[in-house]
């Protein structure tokens, strides 16, 4: 039988779960985990960049963005036939889910029939889809449904008292509002954050509290462990003060903590996965991370890659999942 969802956690409820002795948070994570989800199967998922650099946004952690020093170039959306290529390589590398970036602060009118046309071609190949654009109107979230996006990627980053102290040129409840739009348009929702960016505990609290009371719970949940890129805000913060970094401990138990709240999103294990031992990487499955990346990239941040995690998988006796397409969210009645 699944676990009770509840919608209705406090602050101090989720605060108690971090607080926990790391084993017992451990082995509640894990039965919840089991009650769900098939404890030895994780989801591969394979992240590529379809328009890199060049965005707006200040986001003190992006290598992106055109506030940072970082030497990424600016590129244009690539070609269709480009992206299907890549989409059918990650196919047959086992990958289930393609999941497809554009570093734009929103996507222009102008390029919604090249993104409609890529979703329309992956999914003809039997992937799931995710896209990460950036802010959607309601319209655009309905030209994606319609084309039959499975999930669309929008992380609210952090708690909201801390979200302003990593980006001032979007609020947060713009972030909410992104996702409110996808849910009305029946996509499914995949939101999570970084950890590691200087925040306190209780910033992750805030962070999961958000997501876990949100009215329904994201299908998809990544976490991401921040990845200190020279030229950005954070990258350069980090460097001169490297006891802000997560260790490896606070960083299971946020993924713990995800998956109790959360018992029946998909808890991905993001970005910094390839600087964690294999040990860290396995108290995270072990705590209800079902999901991850693979290939030597995520968007421009270097990730383990297929023969670093084939051989991982082999060696704690897990297996990519495999099932059937997941159910859409239901499309939200239109008020009258």
């Known amino acids: 039988m699944a676990a009770a969802v509840r919608q209705d956690w406090t602050r101090e409820e989720i605060a108690a779960l971090f607080d926990l002795p790391f084993t017992d948070l451990l082995f509640q994570a894990a039965s919840v985990h089991r009650e769900s989800h098939p404890p030895d199967q994780v989801q591969l998922c394979t992240l590529l960049s379809i328009k890199t650099g060049g965005c707006p946004e200040d986001c003190g952690y992006c290598s992106q963005s055109v506030h940072a020093d970082s ?3 600016a590129t244009k959306l ?5 992206v299907l290529q890549s989409a059918a390589q ?3 590398h086992g990958s289930q889910r393609f999941c497809m970036g554009a570093a734009w602060r929103n996507p222009k009118d102008r390029d919604m029939p090249a993104i409609v046309e890529i979703v329309k071609g992956v999914r003809a190949m039997g992937m799931e889809t995710c896209m990460t654009l950036g802010m959607l109107s309601p319209r655009q979230a309905d030209m994606l449904a319609d084309a039959g996006l499975d999930y669309y990627n929008h992380n609210i980053d952090s708690s ?16 909410i ?4 739009h996808v849910r009305n348009a029946g996509i499914n929702v995949c939101s999570g954050g970084i950890v590691g960016m200087g925040e ?16 329904q719970h994201p299908e998809s949940v990544p976490v991401n462990a921040l990845v200190p890129v020279k030229g950005t805000v954070l990258g350069d913060m980090l460097a001169d003060t490297p006891m802000a970094k997560i260790d490896d401990i606070e960083f299971v138990r946020t993924v713990a903590v995800a998956r109790i709240t959360m018992p029946l999103s998909m808890v991905r294990l993001s970005a910094g996965r390839e600087s964690m031992s294999d040990a860290a990487q396995a108290l995270c499955f072990l705590a209800g991370a079902n999901s991850i990346f693979t290939g030597d990239k995520l968007l421009t941040a270097p990730n383990a890659g297929d023969d670093t995690d084939a051989a991982l998988f082999d060696r704690l006796g897990l297996t990519p999942l495999h099932g059937d397409e997941p159910m859409r969210a239901s499309k939200v009645a239109e008020s009258a």
């Open 71 to 73: 030497g990424v170039e």
């Open 78 to 82: 690539m070609d269709v036939q480009a």
């Open 90 to 92: 990650a196919k047959d």
């Open 160 to 175: 909201p008292e801390y979200y302003e102290r990593v980006i001032s040129t979007r609020k947060f409840d713009e972030r």
């Open 177 to 180: 509002e992104t996702l409110d």
């Open 200 to 215: 306190m505990r209780e910033d992750r609290v805030g962070f999961v509290h958000t997501l876990a009371t949100l009215p």
